[in-house]
């Protein structure tokens, strides 16, 4: 763990404990405050990218969730939509932010918008980038699907290997010549630290609520972030929440893949800033 703590941390890193479990975060910046959310199998370095282009626009908080990157597994924990968007709460409260943008890739998209939904007055613009959150068969991403299967647990372990993670990292990026092997070390390292994969298996298989249905109430302008070759959930899920979110744009990044704020910080970040730095009310209808 010290060697991961030496690679994996920064000036900016802190650590907050949060409901027993000691949170890995970040805050950078100053501005308006904006929340970075990751995905499964990722870590807050997902956003390395848009944090050196935006960190003198905005206040950038970003955390590795728990059974993430550098923050705890915690004992006892549920892997539930429900925690997450809790523990994300006490945590804004720890750092005194009252209301914040909140941006989020895949699962963090998903916290996003369950989390923009149940703390309304807390968010002020929300961005989905390839957002999970519906529970159809073609909308459950690969790694969920084969973490399912019965008795995988008992191969898990002897699965997280690097050959295996450079395939997935593969998957989701819609040009797999930029993987690099730094990145590929990352995401090895931080996800097969002990009890991280069986936290991954934990929270696959509990139970989820389709609250898609509840979109529709989002008062927040919202920018949907996607990239056309996303292998792991559907463009047209897209498409739904652009109709969905009463408020809400579309940009669709043709030659990228799940994880678009990664494989492209660049572009991606002008978008967000353009997006962001937008009239209250003026986000095209």
């Not at 929440?241 to 809400?248: G, K, M």
């Amino acid at each position: 763990m010290s060697k991961l703590l030496t690679t994996y941390t920064n000036e900016h890193s802190r650590f907050m404990v949060v409901n027993g479990a000691l949170l890995h975060y970040r805050d950078e910046g100053e501005g308006e405050p904006l929340l970075l959310l990751h995905g499964a199998f990722s870590s807050l370095h997902t956003f390395d990218g848009w944090v050196d282009k935006l960190k003198d626009k905005y206040r950038i908080l970003r955390l590795d969730l728990p059974g993430f990157g550098l923050s705890d597994v915690p004992l006892n924990h549920s892997f539930t939509i429900r925690t997450y968007i809790q523990i994300i709460s006490v945590f804004l409260d720890r750092l005194d932010i009252e209301t914040c943008h909140v941006a989020g890739s895949s699962l963090g998209g998903w916290l996003a918008w369950e989390f923009a939904l149940k703390y309304k007055a807390h968010v002020n613009r929300l961005i989905l980038i390839d957002a999970a959150g519906f529970l159809d068969d073609q909308s459950i991403p690969l790694p969920f699907k084969m973490a399912r299967v019965p008795f995988v647990n008992r191969v898990l372990r002897f699965a997280v290997q690097p050959s295996v993670f450079e395939l997935f990292l593969r998957q989701i990026y819609g040009d797999p010549k930029k993987l690099t092997k730094a990145v590929i070390d990352r995401y090895y390292q931080l996800f097969s630290q002990e009890g991280k994969p069986e936290a991954f298996l934990s929270m696959a298989n509990a139970r989820y609520k389709d609250n898609t249905l509840h979109l529709r109430e989002l008062p927040h302008e919202t920018l949907v972030m996607w990239g056309r070759k996303d292998t792991w959930l559907p463009i047209e899920n897209a498409y739904k929440f652009q109709q969905r979110i009463p408020d809400a744009e579309l940009i669709i990044y043709e030659e990228l893949g799940h994880i678009p704020m990664e494989e492209d910080p660049h572009e991606t970040a002008l978008d967000l800033w353009a997006f962001l730095s937008r009239p209250v009310y003026a986000v095209k209808k």
